[in-house]
T-cell receptor, first 123, second 114 residues
């Protein structure tokens, strides 16, 4: 089973509809992120959350909202979908814990772990 | 603002050819550097990462990258590509201890012809 699970994997909807993309993780990470991927633009950050009570806007938050229902769950909503929100959406997690080891491979390293993506098409 | 540039958007190579994908970033402070790979229809996976120490980093599947601080670069290399390396490659940068806020480059789509 995937450590970071996104649902739905594919969704086609119409302009004006409300859409929710869900993400759940079993990695025990406290930090979660939503990105969208567009050809030639790489991944752009929509929202991020460092713990259950923390929500922050990313680079392109307009038209989106999020909810961190639990440490393991982070959902992304489009209240009124529009065609330019057609994209591939990725949820990701990372660990903020600072290890006591001598290498930066433990703890807050910046490494993200991604879900398999949710392809959204808005007609 | 921090930006990450990948100058090659599409690269086509024959099997056994050597690969070098460019990545430059704009931030002048201490950074962590990453290369992620996305195989067709799959999610992003970490290929390799640099935090400190030896600027030549070895990753999975024979990939390596060299951090050149003076050039703000972190180019990805592989001596001999395989058809299975066909994928999109993303360079990403985060400032040290800045909340894991990765900034991604626009990606380079690599096609390896058998």
């Amino acid at each position: 089973d995937a450590d970071v699970t996104q649902t739905p994997r594919n969704r086609i909807t119409k302009t004006g509809k409300r859409i929710m993309l869900e993400c759940s993780q079993t990695k025990g990470h406290d930090r979660m992120y939503w990105y969208r991927q567009d050809p030639g633009l790489g991944l752009r950050l929509i929202y991020y959350s460092f713990d259950v009570k923390d929500i922050n806007k990313g680079e392109i938050s307009d038209g989106y909202s999020v909810s961190r229902q639990a440490q393991a769950k982070f959902s992304l909503s489009l209240e009124s979908a529009i065609p330019n929100q057609t994209a591939l959406y990725f949820c990701a997690t990372s660990d903020s814990s600072v290890g006591t080891g001598v290498t930066q491979t433990r703890g807050n390293t910046g490494e993200l772990f991604f879900g398999e993506g949710s392809r959204l098409t808005v007609l | 603002a921090q930006s990450v540039s990948q100058h090659n958007h599409h690269v086509i190579l024959s099997e056994a050819a050597s690969l070098e994908l460019g990545c430059n970033y704009s931030y002048g402070g201490t950074v962590n550097l990453f290369w992620y790979v996305q195989y067709p229809g799959q999610h992003l996976q970490l290929l390799l990462k640099y935090f400190s120490g030896d600027p030549l980093v070895k990753g999975i599947k024979g990939f390596e990258a060299e951090f050149i601080k003076s050039k703000f670069s972190f180019n990805l290399r592989k001596p001999s590509v395989q058809w299975s390396d066909t994928a999109e490659y993303f360079c990403a940068v985060t400032r040290r201890n800045a909340g894991n806020m990765l900034t991604f480059g626009g990606g380079t789509r690599l096609m390896v012809k058998p």
